[in-house]
Each structure stands twice: as C-alpha cells, then as structure tokens.
C-alpha cells in the first residue's frame, strides 16, 4: 500500500485497434466465420500492442483491464455476478453477448449515453434480490498478461457508486427500490477483488466514479463516504485512485478527500482545480491532457494548472482529463489531411506524448510559484447569437400549410432515410478510390431514387423522401460540403459494441460553398406531385456528432453551422420543395451534466435551431426529428424549436412520451414502427398504437411514421412494416372523416 503513483498515466485507451481489428474480429465471431480462439487472439494482441506503445511513449503508469469486447459497464457486472438469469448460458461469452446483444427471442440489456459522450454502455439491471458474487476473472488476467511482457499494470475499474447510479431497477423492483440501495452489498464484492488484486501483488487500482461529476441524488454523498470509506480502511488492498473525469466534482470533492483513498483522479480541462486544497497529503491526477477533443494542448497552460495543483495538493501525477477512449489512435496516419491542420491536431497517441512531455517539464521544474490563472478561464468572446423575426404563429402556419400542400388527415410519412444497399455502400467506395467516376455514382444515386419514390408512391404514403441514398453519414456528408470541416480516413471512434463512428473536425469558421442537398431534392420533386421532404441535418447534431474548434465558443460555432442550414433551406424552398425536415437527433446530448448549466445551453441550441428554420415562408412546413425515447425530459424546449411537426422516436417508453405530450401545441409524429428490430409491426399494432397516441393528440395533429430513418433495415422489411403503417393510417382515416 506504500509504492507512491508514477509520474505520468492516461485513465484509459482506445481498444477498438487502430484498423477495428476488434470490430471484424467480434462480428465475424458473431456471425459464426471465426472461433472464440480467433476473438481472443486478437482481443491478446491489441492488449500486448497498446501496452507496449504506451511504454514506448514513456508513460509510466499503465492501466489495464480497460479492454472490453463490448462495454465497460457490462464488464463491471459480470465482476460482480449481476447477470440476469434470462441471459445465462453455459458459455460465458454467449452469457456476456446475450446480455449486449439479444438472444433467442430475448431483448438485449437497455444501452444508453455515457454521460454527454458518444459512447453508449449497457445499462445493468440490479433488484434487491440480485445476488452478487466474485467474478475477478478479467481483471486478474490482464494483470497477468501484461506481467508476461514485462510490464506493471494498474487495473481500471467502474466504481461502485457509479455502476450503481448507472443502473435500472429490474422490472419486477418494488416501488421506490433503487439500485444504490444495494450499495453495501456491492462494496463488499469490490472488498473481495481488492484483496484478490492485492494478492497478486498489484499496487494501485482506479475506481472510475464519472457519476459524481454529474448532479446527484442526495443520498450520492452519503454512498461516496461509505463506499470509499469502507474499501480505504481494509487492511489488505492496492492504493485506490478515485477518478472523476467529464467536469467538476464540486461537492463531492471534500467527501472524497475525507476518505482513505490514497489519490484522486480530476478533470482539469473541463472542471477545475477548485476545492483542490482540500486534497493536501492525497496524490492528486491531474487530467490536463483532454480526452475529449482532438487539439494539442496548450503546454504553458497545462505546466501552470500542474504547477498550482502541485503547491496546493500533495503529489501531482499528470494525466489525461478521461479515458482516451473517445478519440482516435494516431493522427499521423492522416496523410490527407492539411499538413497545418495536422499539426493542430493529438489524437491517443500524441497525447500520450503530451503527458509524457507535461511530466517531465513538471519535473524540471520545482519553482514554488503561483500562476495568476489558476481556475479555468472563460474565454472572452463576442456574441454573434442571431435572433430569429420568427415565424407566423402556428396557427396561421398551419392553415396555410393546409391550403398549399392538401395532406389527408394522418398524414403518413418517413424519417429521411431508405435501406442502404451494399451496392451503393460499394459504389461509394469505388467513387473515393478512384474506380468509377462522378458521373457514374451520380446515375446510380438517381436511379435509388427513383425507386424510392415509386416505391413510397406504390405504398400510398403522403409525404415522400428521396431516401438519402447519397448519404454516407446524417453529419460527415454535410461536413464533406462545408468549408472548415476535415474528414479523416482512420479517425474511428468505438460508438458502443462493434459500432464506430468517425467523426469530423470542425478546425475553421464554417460557410457553405454551394448547395448540399438542392439538386437531389429537385429531382426526386421532379419525380412525383406528391411533397418531397428535404432532408437537412440540423446545427446542434452537426457540432455533437463532431470534433469542433475549441478557440470560440460552443454556441458561436453551432451559430456558424446555423447559417449555413439557413442558406440551405432558402435554397431548397426555392427549388420548389414545401416541406423541409431538419433533424436535430442530438439536441439533448449536449445538455450541460450540472443542472445550473442547462437552461442557458438549451436556450441557445434552441436560438440556433430557429435561426436555420426560420426563414422558411408560412407555406412551407418545417419538420423535425428526434430519436431519443426520453424526449419528454426536455418537451419545453423541443416546443421551443417551433417546427411545424415533430417526429420522435417512441417505442422504447411510448407510455411516458405520451403522458408528457399532451399539451403539445404543433405535430407530432411518435414513432409506430421501431426500426432498431427486424420486426415487422401488424397492421393491427400499428392501429393501436394510433389509437392509443390519439387520446392525447388531436386528430388533426398526429402524425403517422417510423420511430427513426430506415437506413440499417432491408427493402423486404421496410415495404412490408410500411403497407402496415399505410393501411392502419386509412383505417383510422375513415373512422374519423
Ligand atoms: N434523416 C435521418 C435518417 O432518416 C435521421 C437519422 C437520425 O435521426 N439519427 O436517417
Ligand atoms: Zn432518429
């Protein structure tokens, strides 16, 4: 329990492989093409290679146990036997899987955002009658593993507080039953880890607790004190690194100081050393080195944070501010990129040098001196925030949208995307090598359209879509058209599972050239005398989905991106296309994790959202999307954004979506069709479910659609679930006429 931290960490590393080595290799064991002896092989290497480029970099401190075939968080509740018996089989992988995945008619575990990340864990289901028990299997090898090659390791943990904070209750959980009341029980199964590790002669061990950086529940502080208190006074145990990461401990800072653990972990670029003092005699990691952005950090800076944290705390280790995890491995490999671009930009592997380089400057210098900015400085920054004229109020909007487009009662329409077929994913490629030409992949992107068109005209919708077929991504294809967005080749992030995305860098001011969508839109117009809906992707998902420039305000950018939307609506009205939707999918991902923060950021992401909509005419209908299930938590401001029609997603908590809606006073379209299953939804179902919606929106109101775009479905699925959701629409249609 003596051996003091090493100078230099990171809180975590990318394990998806620089090539998502880890992607082929898990769904091609998924789909039954390769053994679990082929999955573990390349799990061990992307092990072996990650530690030993950290050691090559110079880091000091190694963490392991931050590999996962699927999630942390599920990883966590294996460790402590929290398996629900639903998902047990012989086999632990097929057990484990189960739980990420589905099997055999049983739904996956619920997967939702960590924190405000793009990163998505699984949700465990914890009851009071869940039995806990010792799993220390994963952990321990890692240690072992990375021991054969030489190298001391600290494993990383999820810590008690957060699993349990991070969990649901299971279904069948009395009322008022929350999983934190299963506190006690837990800490004592990570008691029992502890002195497994410890046995094996591991010195340090890190608890990430990320949930005490976000509002708590009050009994939050009570659960920090009693589980830190109890695991730090076992006598048999490695140190303990408490890490908080993703902003601010606020108050959980001095609750956490007053406990034994030996250090703890802070978030010094987007939190700050506030409270510090309070940590004198602990070792403090310092996490100065973002990982949640993609800039080289600014080294005068991060040496004056080191140096303050130094003078108040006791031992200062430099870090990273989270686990590498949501940034891409190595920059170096972007050969395409602007060379005075690239060398704005850190990506894993970079950083790490710049934590290695931080602790050796740190080192050099022992001045006991205080610099002036201490805290995290507010940029100063001029306020560009437009404010929209506004629109005609709804109810003129809606009678005049009646007159020029003549929709039927219930209206039936789609999200924006149809199945996106090999073939075009093929051509694209083909495109971007160089094997085809432009006009080639152009003729090939019309004929998907016409089918489209002719399929949606076949199945009787109403308000057609052109299908996006020339979309590789709802973001990267608006950012491969903007100015002041780079697209990178390997720059792959691990989503959640197998899944990754890439996502831009948003580095300079942010115009658009020329028209994006104008010409697909008129020609699938040109098609049909039905409406075609333009298909916009809206400012706020454009900058959530995306790296951004971190010398200008958050705002100011999704301002800059505003402005472009804007022009694209213009242009698209003037293309002759009546109605236009503008997703914003990601509105409530940027929502600040501190309650105080939220108000002013929803008020602006709003702002910014009627700024791009807001020159449409009162003919034109604006809609918009949301995917997620929990809209009902920020219902005001989706109100706010003023769109003629709303889509949301809804099968997931279409209960809970519904009761909250009732006095919304514009469209709505809650989702009757849930596209994330392969299961094709009755006419019957459908019917249902609108009879149900319409107890609380009024009829000539509701709108009738798929829960999201229908990109990831086959065209089998797509035609049959579509006829469904056509035919119960004519039903009620009658019914009601
Ligand atoms: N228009 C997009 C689509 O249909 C919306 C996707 C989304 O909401 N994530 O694919
Ligand atoms: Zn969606």
Redesign the pocket.
């Known amino acids: 329990m003596t051996s003091s931290f090493p100078a230099s960490t990171v809180l975590g590393y990318p394990r998806i492989g620089p090539d998502r080595e880890l992607k082929r290799a898990l769904e091609s064991y998924w789909e039954g093409r390769s053994s679990r002896a082929d999955l573990e092989e390349t799990a061990r290497r992307l092990r072996e290679d990650t530690w030993r480029r950290l050691a090559a970099l110079g880091l000091e401190g190694l963490p392991s146990n931050t590999f996962s075939y699927y999630d942390q968080v599920l990883d966590t509740a294996v460790l402590l036997g929290a398996v629900p018996g639903r998902y047990r089989h012989d086999d632990d992988l097929a057990t484990y899987f189960a739980m990420a995945r589905g099997a055999e008619g049983i739904a996956p575990l619920r997967m939702t955002k960590w924190f405000d990340t793009n990163y998505h864990y699984i949700v465990p289901e914890i009851g009071p009658d869940t039995v806990f028990s010792l799993d220390a299997a994963k952990p321990l090898a890692e240690v072992r593993e990375a021991r054969a090659l030489g190298l001391e390791t600290r494993p990383v943990l999820v810590g008690p507080v957060t699993f349990l904070l991070l969990s649901q209750a299971t279904p069948d959980s009395p009322d008022g039953f929350a999983p934190l009341d299963r506190l006690d029980d837990v800490v004592e199964v990570y008691a029992r880890l502890l002195a497994e590790l410890a046995a094996e002669g591991v010195g340090w061990v890190q608890l990430d607790e990320p949930a005490l950086v976000a509002d708590r529940t009050a009994a939050d502080p009570a659960a920090v004190e009693a589980a830190y208190g109890r695991l730090g006074r076992l006598e048999n145990r490695p140190s303990l690194l408490v890490a908080s990461y993703f902003g601010d401990l606020g108050d959980a800072l001095p609750v956490l100081a007053g406990t034994p653990v030996e250090a703890v972990g802070l978030d010094l670029v987007r939190g700050t050393a506030h409270g510090v003092d309070a940590l004198a005699g602990k070792t403090v990691v310092a996490g100065v080195v973002s990982g949640r952005d993609v800039w080289r950090a600014d080294r005068d800076r991060a040496l004056a944070t080191l140096r303050a944290v130094r003078e108040r705390a006791g031992r200062v280790v430099v870090s990273t501010s989270c686990s590498l995890l949501h940034v891409p491995y190595d920059v170096e490999r972007e050969t395409g990129l602007d060379p005075a671009l690239r060398r704005r930009l850190a990506f894993a592997e970079q950083k790490v040098a710049e934590v290695v380089e931080l602790a050796a400057l740190l080192a050099a210098t022992p001045g006991r001196h205080l610099p002036e900015h201490f805290a995290a400085q507010e940029r100063p920054h001029t306020s560009r925030v437009r404010t929209a004229e506004g629109r005609a109020p709804y109810a003129v909007r809606a009678a005049a949208q009646a007159e020029h487009l003549k929709l039927p009662l219930l209206p039936v329409t789609?999200?924006?995307?149809f199945p996106q077929t090999g073939e075009l994913r093929r051509a694209r490629a083909a495109l971007a090598a160089g094997e085809i030409g432009e006009a080639a992949y152009e003729s090939m992107v019309r004929a998907e359209i016409e089918q489209v068109i002719a399929l949606q005209e076949r199945l009787g919708l109403d308000v057609l879509v052109h299908g996006?077929p020339e979309r590789n991504d709802?973001v990267q294809y608006f950012a491969e058209h903007l100015d002041g967005f780079a697209v990178t080749r390997h720059g792959w992030v691990q989503s959640y599972g197998s899944r990754c995305t890439r996502p831009p860098i948003l580095h300079g001011d942010v115009r658009r050239p020329e028209p994006i969508t104008v010409r697909w839109a008129r020609y699938a117009q040109s098609l049909t005398s039905k409406p075609v809906k333009g298909?916009l992707t809206g400012p706020v998902t454009i900058v959530a989905w995306s790296f951004v420039r971190d010398d200008l305000p958050l705002r100011e950018v999704v301002f800059q991106v505003a402005d472009a939307v804007r022009e694209e609506v213009g242009d698209l009205e003037e293309a002759g296309i009546r109605v236009i939707?503008v997703?914003e999918?990601a509105l409530r991902e940027l929502v600040p994790l501190r309650r105080a923060e939220q108000a002013a950021y929803l008020e602006w992401a709003v702002a910014a959202y009627r700024w791009a909509t807001s020159g449409a005419s009162e003919n034109t209908q604006i809609h918009t999307?949301l995917?997620y299930s929990d809209a009902d938590e920020i219902l005001a401001a989706i109100d706010a954004l003023d769109a003629d029609v709303t889509s949301i997603e809804s099968a997931r908590s279409r209960g809970r979506l519904l009761g909250a809606v009732g006095a919304f006073p514009r469209g709505l379209g809650p989702g009757v069709y849930d596209i994330h299953s392969p299961r094709v939804p009755g006419a019957d179902e459908v019917e249902r479910l609108l009879t149900e919606a319409l107890r609380t929106v009024p009829t000539e109101r509701l709108w009738v659609n798929p829960d999201?775009?229908?990109?990831t479905r086959s065209y089998e699925q797509v035609e049959a679930a579509l006829a469904n959701v056509v035919e119960a629409a004519a039903r009620l249609r009658e019914r009601y006429a």
């Not at 999201?708 to 990109?711: A, I, P």
């Open positions: 789609t999200i924006g995307s996006e709802m298909m939707q997703d999918p999307h995917c999201c775009g229908l990109k």
